[in-house]
């Protein structure tokens, strides 16, 4: 369900609201009741929302939930980061995390959630990425924003840039490039995705005039998974690689941090991105924006990602069986 405070209860309740969703997956929310029913009344909806029985199949028009806390609407306003949301939003992860883990549950669809309120709740991770990593050992995973025309896999993601370029080197991209054309290989029914690597400097180091990153790092990366056998090019100039993917001409751009890639890819998928862990032992998706809390309470929110996020998590768990 996400933050509490923030649009995830609404766009849970917006999501159930489209039948949609019936005909791909049997959906059960870790959240709370009284918050959805909250969520609920701000956009008039009429779902029934009830804790999940034993044997219970959820179906249409009504909202199962895994009832993992019983928060008065009034400790946790909308738009307002508070200590009893940020627990039970640690919580819902941690729950919902360990079914999927333990074979309850086929796939895990995050709401989002706030840094800060992971950092109140005691969570010693800037997001759901490293935490879920760390709850599943420690596992090496590349954090992949997804859109029908544009895909992009991060080498670094929450850090500041000057860190980002520190922890850039041959291992870190090699790594990318091939959890990335594995998870494409399982998950996506590509048989050899053709990946494409963006350079770090402007026009792609300009042949060492704006930097020797792409000559020292990235092309030696690519060479390595060259010759292992993976559809692996460039680097490319980071202006231009990105068009070339939206055109077709690759499956996916490996970006070297952050920015780099999700400027152009929530340009395109705004409203529609999906947010996805690659190398985890579970199937984890996730919207593509924040908690929104100047819109939250409000109704304006849209389900969107969320909707693409279900689709695309129980496509994986088919294709992954």
Same mark, same amino acid.
């Given at each position: 369900?996400?933050?509490?405070?923030?649009?995830?209860?609404?766009?849970?309740?917006?999501?159930?609201?489209?039948?949609?969703?019936?005909?791909?997956?049997?959906? %059960?929310?870790?959240?709370?009741?009284?918050? =959805? !029913?909250? #969520?609920? /009344?701000? &956009?008039?909806?009429? @779902?029934?929302? +009830?804790?999940?029985?034993?044997?219970?199949?959820?179906?249409?028009?009504?909202?199962?939930?895994?009832?993992?806390?019983?928060?008065?609407?009034?400790?946790?306003?909308?738009?307002?980061?508070?200590?009893?949301?940020?627990?039970?939003?640690?919580?819902?992860?941690?729950?919902?995390?360990?079914?999927?883990?333990?074979?309850?549950?086929?796939?895990?669809?995050?709401?989002?959630?706030?840094?800060?309120?992971?950092?109140?709740?005691?969570?010693?991770?800037?997001?759901?990425?490293?935490?879920?990593?760390?709850?599943?050992?420690?596992?090496?995973? %590349?954090?992949?924003?997804?859109?029908?025309? =544009? !895909?992009? #896999?991060? /080498?670094? &993601?929450?850090?500041? @840039?000057?860190? +980002?370029?520190?922890?850039?080197?041959?291992?870190?991209?090699?790594?990318?490039?091939?959890?990335?054309?594995?998870?494409?290989?399982?998950?996506?029914?590509?048989?050899?995705?053709?990946?494409?690597?963006?350079?770090?400097?402007?026009?792609?180091?300009?042949?060492?005039?704006?930097?020797?990153?792409?000559?020292?790092?990235?092309?030696?990366?690519?060479?390595?998974?060259?010759?292992?056998?993976?559809?692996?090019?460039?680097?490319?100039?980071?202006?231009?690689?990105?068009?070339?993917?939206?055109?077709?001409?690759?499956?996916?751009?490996?970006?070297?941090?952050?920015?780099?890639?999700?400027?152009?890819?929530?340009?395109?998928?705004?409203?529609?991105?999906?947010?996805?862990?690659?190398?985890?032992?579970?199937?984890?998706?996730?919207?593509?924006?924040?908690?929104?809390?100047?819109?939250?309470?409000?109704?304006?929110?849209?389900?969107?990602?969320?909707?693409?996020?279900?689709?695309?998590?129980?496509?994986?768990?088919?294709?992954?069986?």
């Amino acid at each position: 369900m996400g933050d509490p405070a923030g649009i995830g209860p609404e766009i849970v309740v917006m999501a159930h609201a489209r039948p949609e969703i019936f005909s791909c997956c049997r959906p %059960v929310v870790y959240g709370d009741v009284e918050i =959805l !029913r909250r #969520a609920a /009344a701000v &956009i008039g909806a009429d @779902l029934k929302i +009830a804790p999940l029985k034993p044997g219970e199949e959820p179906g249409p028009g009504r909202i199962a939930v895994i009832p993992l806390s019983s928060i008065s609407p009034s400790e946790v306003p909308f738009g307002k980061l508070s200590v009893p949301g940020s627990l039970a939003m640690a919580d819902y992860i941690r729950v919902a995390a360990g079914d999927v883990l333990a074979g309850r549950a086929d796939a895990i669809v995050t709401c989002p959630i706030t840094k800060e309120g992971l950092k109140l709740a005691g969570v010693p991770h800037p997001g759901h990425t490293e935490f879920l990593a760390q709850m599943c050992g420690g596992a090496d995973v %590349v954090m992949m924003l997804a859109g029908d025309r =544009l !895909r992009v #896999a991060l /080498a670094t &993601i929450h850090v500041s @840039l000057r860190r +980002a370029l520190e922890l850039l080197s041959p291992a870190v991209i090699e790594r990318t490039i091939r959890i990335t054309d594995a998870f494409f290989r399982k998950f996506m029914g590509t048989k050899a995705p053709r990946i494409a690597v963006a350079g770090v400097n402007p026009h792609a180091g300009e042949g060492g005039l704006f930097g020797d990153e792409e000559a020292t790092m990235v092309a030696p990366a690519v060479s390595v998974c060259r010759r292992a056998g993976l559809n692996v090019s460039g680097p490319y100039p980071p202006d231009t690689v990105f068009h070339r993917a939206f055109r077709g001409e690759f499956d996916v751009v490996v970006a070297m941090m952050h920015d780099q890639g999700l400027i152009p890819l929530k340009l395109v998928h705004f409203e529609d991105g999906v947010n996805v862990t690659m190398g985890l032992p579970v199937i984890r998706t996730s919207v593509d924006h924040g908690t929104a809390y100047d819109i939250a309470g409000r109704g304006a929110a849209s389900p969107g990602s969320l909707l693409a996020a279900i689709r695309m998590a129980a496509g994986m768990a088919k294709a992954g069986k």
